[in-house]
């Protein structure tokens, strides 16, 4: 997968469980500045994440990634095998 369909994919999430406009979503996007999502939908897209992605993004990753293009780049770099199965 790559990081254009990561992009897609976490846009569609949103769509689904944020209630947001893919269309007014880039990387740099932040989840709480710009798109107003509370602690509840942000933990729930983590655990979805990682069903769709087939990776682990540990809680304490999770909390560091404000933004869309930070998730992207996590995501890619964990399918790459740049992250180690626990996140490091």
Known sequence: MNRAEILA???AMLAEFG??????VDEQ???IA???LDS??????????????GVR?????AWELH???AVVGYVEEALSGRIG????
């Open 85 to 88: 199965a626990g996140g490091e």
């Open 67 to 69: 933004t869309v293009g």
């Open 19 to 24: 209630d947001v406009n893919p269309e007014q």
């Open 34 to 36: 710009d798109l107003a």
């Open 57 to 61: 993004i540990p809680d304490e990753v």
């Open 29 to 31: 996007t932040a989840f």
């Open 40 to 53: 509840l939908v942000l933990v729930r897209m983590a655990v979805v994440a990682e069903e769709r992605f």
């Open 9 to 11: 994919e976490l846009k």
